[in-house]
């Protein structure tokens, strides 16, 4: 296809590709997020070919290529993703580790423009447009944009109630998402959430398409867990700058430009200033869930 609309989180994006440029062929975990919205608040142009980033463009920003192994972080090499400033206009460098083919590309973007340019370089005759890493590089910026937060989280429904547990890897995510799926609460995400200030005054947890069977959900927000492991079950609550140091160590964030930092430190603190938060020492068993329940 030459042009599609995802919907993600809310945020509604176009891909269109020129009579000349690759066919644009999303990946599986994309396709329940195809929309048929007429307006989009990013559109971005697919080319093939070679981009020049301008030579006199500052490296601002530079990603190893990272692999988790047992639970592990092990660096697989020194090259990644990088991004470049020139002027106004960004550039994200990027290699495609899990592709089969060979290949690179260059996005062109901008943090005041809604209109972007991606390059794909290589034997390229279709692309998904979205893919690893650009799938994450493209909605963090996004929630740059709007002022939106995206953090490493799990977080699930139930019977009403939104409840968001966030930690870095080896805390407990994935394993409170199963505690919570199997006594009936549904699962919105176990890894990387999107948070947006929605117009009636409340926050939502949007999940983003990570696995192939991932279906687009939403939940209200109505308690954050700083969550790790712990030989009983214990919650600690947490307020003012505490918490929103704590909430800020697990969002994803490129600390390379102070306006990103300021951005998001003031989105966490409204945030933090109105969703209860409190630190979570979890053993992992239903009775974990108990002692969430009893103190609602």
């Not at 090259?79 to 083919?101: A, E, G, V």
Request: overall charge positive.
């Amino acid at each position: 296809m030459r042009s599609y609309n995802l919907n993600i989180a809310g945020y509604r994006i176009k891909f269109e590709s020129p009579e000349e440029g690759p066919e644009l062929v999303p990946s599986e975990r994309f396709l329940r997020n195809i929309c048929n919205d007429v307006d989009s608040d990013l559109l971005i142009r697919v080319h093939t070919g070679k981009y020049k980033i301008p030579g006199n463009a500052e490296k601002v920003f530079s990603a190893p290529y990272v692999e988790e192994i047992n639970g592990i972080q092990v660096k697989k090499s020194d090259r990644f993703w990088s991004i470049h400033k020139h002027q106004n206009d960004l550039f994200i460098k990027t290699l495609f580790p899990l592709s089969p083919k060979i290949k690179k590309a260059v996005l062109k973007y901008s943090l005041n423009s809604r209109d972007w340019d991606l390059w794909i370089e290589g034997s390229v005759t279709e692309t998904d447009p979205m893919e690893y890493p650009l799938d994450g590089l493209i909605l963090y910026y996004l929630t740059v944009i709007h002022g939106d937060i995206m953090i490493h989280a799990s977080g699930i429904n139930n019977a009403g109630r939104g409840y968001l547990f966030s930690g870095v890897s080896g805390k407990g995510k994935t394993t409170m998402a199963k505690l919570w799926d199997n006594s009936g609460a549904r699962v919105i995400h176990d890894d990387r959430l999107i948070i947006r200030h929605s117009g009636s005054g409340g926050f939502v947890m949007h999940n983003t398409p990570v696995y192939r069977n991932d279906i687009p959900l939403q939940s209200a927000l109505n308690k954050i867990f700083l969550i790790e492991h712990g030989k009983k079950n214990e919650l600690i609550p947490v307020r003012g700058a505490g918490c929103i140091s704590l909430v800020m160590t697990n969002c994803i964030q490129h600390n390379w430009n102070p306006e990103i930092i300021a951005r998001l430190l003031g989105s966490v603190s409204i945030m933090c200033s109105v969703i209860p938060t409190s630190r979570l020492l979890f053993k992992p068993d239903r009775s974990v869930i108990d002692i969430i329940l009893e103190n609602e």
